[in-house]
T-cell receptor
Framework: SQTIHQWPATLVQPVGSPLSLECTVEGTSNPNLYWYRQAAGRGLQLLFYSVGIGQISSEVPQNLSASRPQDRQFILSSKKLLLSDSGFYLC?????????????FGPGTRLTVL | AQTVTQSQPEMSVQEAETVTLSCTYDTSESDYYLFWYKQPPSRQMILVIRQEAYKQQNATENRFSVNFQKAAKSFSLKISDSQLGDAAMYFCAYAGYSSYKLIFGSGTRLLVRP
């Protein structure tokens, strides 16, 4: 199974509030996990990826952070949200290890910061 | 660095007709994979088709096929017998053997006229 769960599906938060988005995956152990953000009408921006528990690589400096407390759990957080954090957040997975493996995506979380 | 370019921001096709979406990429690697993803209004990213660079035969999935020209670094998607459900954003993506990352193009919006 390549099932990916994302929670919540939709979120409206005030500026300056904290954020926690959760992604959990089923199936193969030790997957690579990814967080992407997509602004309205735009392409995908890679935010973070993880190749194992506690291993996080950041692609874009910002007020967001990611953690991987368990093999199949990936969390995106912020201490204080900005208006520019609004967007559609997608979690993705592929098999472990480097290389051109197919990424499969979750259903996404729509975040609106007011 | 690898780049992926989709030069058609929007395309339109009559239902039941055929349409081709263009994608070019730049890389110095010899082994890599190329992908087409579909993003319908629900915004979930769905894998349409995958092509391994070492395979000379063009990939096909039902009504979807690719024209992979490795020397020209071109990877176009042909949709035959277009259906209303094909209306979506289509993203071309590249994954190299040396990286964990998937590099996306900016997307092409496909409109299907009934």
């Amino acid at each position: 199974s390549q099932t990916i769960h994302q929670w919540p599906a939709t979120l409206v938060q005030p500026v300056g509030s904290p954020l926690s988005l959760e992604c959990t995956v089923e199936g193969t152990s030790n997957p690579n996990l990814y967080w992407y953000r997509q602004a309205a009408g735009r392409g995908l921006q890679l935010l973070f990826y993880s190749v194992g528990i506690g291993q996080i690589s950041s692609e874009v400096p910002q007020n967001l952070s990611a953690s991987r407390p368990q093999d199949r759990q990936f969390i995106l957080s912020s201490k204080k949200l900005l208006l520019s954090d609004s967007g559609f957040y997608l979690c993705a997975r592929n098999m472990g290890g480097p290389g051109p493996d197919t990424q499969y995506f979750g259903p996404g979380t729509r975040l609106t910061v007011l | 660095a690898q780049t992926v370019t989709q030069s058609q921001p929007e395309m339109s096709v009559q239902e039941a007709e055929t349409v081709t979406l263009s994608c070019t990429y730049d890389t110095s690697e010899s082994d890599y994979y190329l992908f087409w993803y579909k993003q319908p209004p629900s915004r979930q990213m769905i894998l349409v088709i995958r092509q391994e660079a070492y395979k000379q035969q063009n990939a096909t999935e039902n009504r979807f096929s690719v024209n992979f020209q490795k020397a020209a670094k071109s990877f176009s998607l042909k949709i035959s017998d277009s259906q209303l459900g094909d209306a979506a954003m289509y993203f071309c993506a590249y994954a190299g053997y040396s990286s964990y990352k998937l590099i996306f193009g900016s997307g092409t919006r496909l409109l299907v006229r009934p």
